[in-house]
Nanobody, 117 residues
């Protein structure tokens, strides 16, 4: 079983920054964790992911504005961060943490990011 808990969302002005965190509670040695987001009326979309080998992947819309990282103290992924910079109004969404184990996907409850002046 895997439980994912996100934190760090909030209200920020355009051009501002936020840092999201996601902690995994599990005995599994997770290989990768990532972030998705879903805005009202839109499909959930991939934001970023990182593996325990520190390989990263980003959605096309990120364009260098977001950075994913993880706690490096362990040889597994158990806590990840998503640094959001140069935020735009279009980045407003619920951001979900995601991972998988043995073909099963796990999701956090989501954290709201609102970008507004």
């Amino acid at each position: 079983q895997v439980q994912l808990v996100e934190s760090g969302g909030g209200l920020v002005q355009p051009g501002g920054s936020l840092r999201l965190s996601c902690a995994a509670s599990t005995s599994y040695s997770l290989f990768a964790m990532g972030w998705y987001r879903q805005a009202p009326g839109r499909q959930r979309e991939f934001v970023a992911a990182i593996t325990r080998l520190n390989q990263t992947n980003y959605g096309n819309f990120v364009k260098g504005r977001f950075t994913i990282s993880r706690d490096s103290a362990e040889n597994k992924v158990s806590k990840v961060y998503l640094q959001l910079n140069s935020l735009k109004v279009d980045d407003t969404a619920v951001y979900y943490c995601n991972t998988g184990w043995m073909g099963v996907e796990y999701w956090g409850q989501g954290t709201q990011v609102t970008v507004s002046s």
